[in-house]
């Protein structure tokens, strides 16, 4: 008897909707196809020379899917331009730092002996950010290992009026991570150890450049996991996560790490190490002063060690990937999933078919669903799967049943969960590969979180290549993202003030994660009022009263 080909659209019709009712499909992936509702249009995939999608997960190699037919756009160029200056590319003026010498280098390799980096080769990848359109002249990068180390450091420099850096993974998307000039670069890289673990309370306290890939992998082989979890993790570290309040994946289920950090070590501009690193669940002592310095970026302390709560690793995780007629059904979609799914609910994500084009075409990564308007991702993770895949069943039902959703899939095996939320992750690189990218990280109210893609696609036409639009629908954080051959400031004029003054007209933030960095200390007007402005610069002059510290970073510049 001939195999069934899973993409044949009678193979589905003839499949029940109910997972634990398809026998004969492998037992990590459920798949449910149904018609479309009564009013609503699905669009139809055209594939080129083939009779259906690629292989989901393609090889590089393989059989990809057709030309990406995009907006008023050529061809771009394989090879990446050179990054332009930062002080030349932006209107900003050198403060009065002095500049590292000869006799500078030299006390610096009697703090950390053969850990000075002046070479250019080697200082190259720590002047230019992560999306290369940024890029610094530091002329010396330093590594310490201790936050002995680093306090003798800052100490020097604080004495000498030398600017600094402090610098995690580099995986910053908001210029915070790189110099503006020749400020000198403090890497953690080498500050990597795992200090503690407690087996009971899930306590981990570890230095600030442990990746947070590492901790993951750490804390998951002692039945843990950590509490947030980002698409960069394999690069990040967790005191840059927690110098920008990173946001992430988790956030709807764990919360905020001003939740989950304990503790902290931070190491002032003067040299002062700040002792806060307490492993305890409560503390009412006082100031809390270890929020100071999450999501300050840099700009008050280094960050050099922490103390982080890790909730228990999930006995049972499924995975749906989804796709829905349009934006108003992805937010019933969710209001549905909070009330059916409760507390095994970790995640809801969404993406629209932009960005699924882009990953194709780019990544060689296929759909696993049927073409959409709109995708969402929701994962649960609980301790036992039969009551989890329970409920889970039973909201698909619900939603495939009503027409909020169309076509889903679902996974429930490591490695196939893995694939479904590469779709979701791995949206920033393929746009990376699209050509100049203009980043926009906005919290708004939900029902109103795709309207401001819908305007800003029709105010650019097609000057833009791709307007896209995905996040954490769950957080009511939306990552809109343009981007165009080149950079072009007539593009930027076109969407700023544009973006910042249509989510202040929602009461929204300027920044839901990324951090404010160096692109947009400018616009922190628009989410706090003068006075709280007024209060973080006060608090900024009191913690580091020469401005050494990561300097034309996080607030705006002073007239």
């Known amino acids: 008897m001939p195999q069934e080909d899973p993409w044949e659209p009678e193979v589905w019709r003839a499949r029940a909707m109910v997972p634990h009712l398809v026998p004969r499909w492998p037992a990590w992936l459920f798949r449910w196809r149904v018609a479309c509702t009564p009013g609503v249009s699905m669009q139809q995939k055209t594939w080129v020379g083939q009779s259906r999608p690629p292989s989901w ?40 730092f002095s500049v590292v010498s000869e006799e500078d280098l030299a006390a610096f390799e009697r703090i950390v002996p053969g850990r000075v980096i002046t070479d250019p080769e080697e200082m190259e990848a720590s002047n230019v950010d992560w999306l290369r359109t940024m890029r610094g002249c530091s002329k010396v990068l330093l590594k310490p290992r201790t936050s002995r180390e680093v306090s003798h450091i800052l100490r020097y420099c604080h004495e000498r009026n030398l600017a600094v850096n402090p610098q995690g993974g580099n995986t910053g998307l908001v210029g915070g991570s790189v110099p503006v000039f020749d400020e000198v670069i403090l890497s953690t890289a080498l500050m990597d150890q795992v200090i503690s673990f407690h087996s009971v309370s899930g306590i981990l306290v570890c230095q600030a450049g442990c990746v947070l890939e590492e901790l993951s992998r750490y804390v998951e082989e002692r039945d843990f996991i950590m ?61 809390d002063l270890k929020q100071l310095f999450i999501g300050s970026e840099g700009t008050l302390g280094v960050i050099t060690a922490v103390s982080i709560l890790c909730p228990p690793k999930p006995r049972a995780v499924n995975v749906a990937f989804l796709g829905c007629p349009g934006f108003a059904e992805v937010v019933q979609t969710f209001s549905t999933c909070k009330g059916m799914l409760g507390e095994i609910l970790s995640a809801y994500e969404f993406m629209d078919d932009e960005c699924m084009q882009l990953v194709r075409h780019h990544l060689l990564l296929a759909s696993p669903v049927q073409e959409s308007p709109f995708y969402v991702l929701v994962e649960t993770s609980g301790s036992r799967a039969e009551h989890d895949t329970e409920k889970l069943s039973s909201f698909l039902e619900r939603t495939l049943g009503s027409g909020l959703v169309t076509d889903g899939t679902v996974a429930t095996d490591q490695r196939k969960v893995k694939a479904l939320w590469a779709l979701r992750e791995r949206i920033t690189e393929a746009l990376s590969r699209d050509g100049y990218v203009y980043k926009y990280d906005i919290s708004l109210p939900v029902d109103r979180l795709y309207d401001l893609v819908t305007d800003v696609r029709a105010r650019l036409g097609p000057r833009a290549k791709h307007v896209v639009g995905y996040g954490h629908l769950g957080d009511g954080n939306l990552h809109l993202n343009v981007t165009a ?5 007539a593009l930027l004029g076109d969407l700023e003030p544009y973006v910042y003054e249509w989510t202040a007209g929602q009461q929204g933030s300027v920044s839901a994660e990324h951090g404010v960095g160096f692109k947009k200390r400018s616009v922190l007007g628009y989410s706090k009022p003068p006075e709280a402005l007024l209060l973080m610069r006060q608090l900024k002059t009191l913690l580091d009263p020469k401005g050494i510290l990561n300097p034309y970073k996080t607030l705006p510049a002073q007239a």
């Open 57 to 96: 997960g393609c090889p590089p190699g393989a059989a990809g899917p057709s030309p990406l037919v995009r907006r008023g756009s050529s061809s771009t160029s394989s090879r990446a331009p050179e990054v332009a200056l930062t002080c030349k590319r932006y209107p900003v003026q050198r403060l009065p």
């Open 227 to 287: 509490p947030l979890d980002l698409g960069a993790k394999g690069s990040c570290h967790i005191g840059g996560n927690l110098a920008t309040n990173a946001g992430g994946l988790r956030f709807l289920r764990y919360g905020s790490l001003h939740g989950t950090v304990l503790g902290l070590e931070v190491v002032l501009a003067d040299g002062t190490v700040l002792n806060c690193l307490t492993s305890l669940r409560k503390d009412n002592t006082g100031y």
């Open 485 to 489: 051959e080149a950079f072009s400031a």
